[in-house]
């Protein structure tokens, strides 16, 4: 079996060309033939394009306009992938979470973000393209209705302007960034297309999301040739139909895999900075030893990010780590010449770690300095604290992770 969303179209198409063969071929001559049957194959595959990813449907014999032939052999041979939750929580501020199972008793996790317009560069941004929301099965015409189970009044209205999915690249990841719990957890494997991509197609199912974004567990370009193609069926105006302003990988900062990036597939950039000089940043995130700053910049300046695009740099604020004016100073000249955002982003304390999150007001200090000398830069409040919504803490407590020695200690601790 093949699960249907492990296939580009394209690829769709070709699986279903010895089927598409065209019964009346008097006067034809071969390469004709072959040319009508390319097209009828293709339409074939764009026709159920619609049928799984618009339209929601999960039953091949209930798409009518298939002839009974196709339908039979989609049943023998193609089998659309489900995630089920095995645990779904809801936060006090709208953040809803969901821990997957996946077919290998594994689990991952995804998270919905609804968020309200932040910033002036925000709405400058969505006033530059026009404010739709991709087709799906829930979402046609029902922006600013979420349909999952709001706890807040802010949430059931039109206040948000973005229902962001946070989606996961591998189980675990092999990058050991040191704040990070997923990274203390270690690499376990990559997911296939099929398993990125449905993520995305069963949030879709419960929610009309607006925008995509490779930020929950793992490490999006250390899984390349899977996440890239996930995305091409992301970006499909048949499939799941975002825009590619709309999808954005983040990344630790694999320098090569960010200029193949570039080159294959058309989405939006952010990189985890986390750090203003080198030494810090290989203490925190040793993937620095291999690819330093200067690298990590020049492969940022040298992204097409075509016309009003930027790349986001987030920054984990880490108390007496990262987080002094010097460090923004260093981190305003290391971003000098690149279009760019930053996100700043208090870290988001786990029992696992030792390190402190900084005060509110060495955090408003850090901003103003990088404000005051134009950069944009927004201050990211952990969305969902009250159900761990960090990187990979969900899972940590509730799923199958593999550990490392600290953090089965810490499992230890907290049973
Ligand atoms: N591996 C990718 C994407 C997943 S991590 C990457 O590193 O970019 C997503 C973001 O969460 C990263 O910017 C990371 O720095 C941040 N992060 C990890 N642990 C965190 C914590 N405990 N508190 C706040 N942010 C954290
Ligand atoms: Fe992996 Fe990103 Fe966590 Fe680093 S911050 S360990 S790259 S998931």
């Not at 993520?199 to 879709?204: A, F, I, N, T």
């Not at 291999?290 to 009003?308: D, I």
């Not at 955090?363 to 404000?371: E, S, T």
């Not at 201050?379 to 761990?388: F, Q, T």
Request: with cysteine; glycine share 6%.
């Amino acid at each position: 079996m093949i699960y249907f969303q492990s296939l580009t179209q394209s690829e769709l198409a070709q699986l279903l060309l010895p089927l598409s063969g065209i019964q009346k071929t008097g006067g034809l001559t071969p390469e004709e033939i072959q040319v009508k049957s390319e097209k009828r194959a293709r339409y074939r595959a764009k026709q159920l394009f619609h049928w799984v990813y618009q339209r929601g449907q999960t039953d091949w014999d209930q798409m009518t306009d298939l002839s009974k032939d196709l339908r039979q052999w989609l049943k023998e041979n193609i089998a659309i992938f489900r995630l089920t939750p095995q645990l779904n929580q809801q936060a006090l501020d709208g953040t809803h979470k969901f821990l997957w199972s996946l077919g290998d008793s594994k689990t991952i996790e995804s998270v919905i973000i609804p968020a309200a317009l932040q910033s002036a560069v925000d709405l400058a941004e969505d006033l530059e393209e026009e404010k739709k929301v991709p087709a799906g099965p829930h979402a046609v015409g029902s922006r600013g209705i979420y349909s999952g189970k709001a706890t807040q009044d802010d949430l059931k209205s039109t206040n948000w302007k973005r229902l962001t999915a946070c989606i996961s690249s591998q189980v675990g990841c092999a990058m050991a960034c040191k704040f990070c719990l997923t990274g203390i957890q270690g690499l376990d494997r990559h997911l296939g297309v099929h398993e990125i991509v449905t993520q995305v197609y069963e949030l879709r199912r419960l929610a009309p999301i607006t925008n995509i974004v490779f930020m929950g567990m793992g490490e999006p370009l250390h899984n390349f040739e899977n996440v890239v193609k996930a995305c091409l069926i992301l970006l499909d105006q048949d499939g799941l139909g975002f825009s590619k302003r709309k999808v954005t990988i983040s990344t630790s900062g694999l320098v090569p895999a960010i200029e193949e990036l570039g080159r294959r597939v058309d989405v939006s950039l952010a990189i985890s900075l986390n750090a203003s000089h080198d030494e810090q940043r290989s203490k925190i995130m040793p993937v620095n030893r291999k690819w330093n700053l200067e690298s990590l910049m020049k492969a940022c300046r040298e992204y097409p990010l075509g016309s009003h695009r930027r790349i986001t740099f987030e920054y984990v604020l880490l108390k007496d780590i990262n987080d002094s004016l010097e460090d923004a100073a260093r981190v305003y000249d290391l971003l000098r010449g690149i279009p760019s955002k930053v996100n700043l982003i208090p870290f988001n304390e786990h029992p696992g770690s030792d390190f402190k999150r900084p005060s509110d007001e060495n955090v408003q200090k850090f901003q103003k300095y990088l404000v005051d000398r134009k950069v944009t830069a927004t201050i990211r409040i952990s969305k969902g604290r009250d159900i761990l919504a960090a990187c990979g803490q969900l899972r940590s407590i509730f799923g199958t992770a593999r550990g490392t020695e600290k953090h089965r200690d810490w499992q230890a601790q907290q049973a």
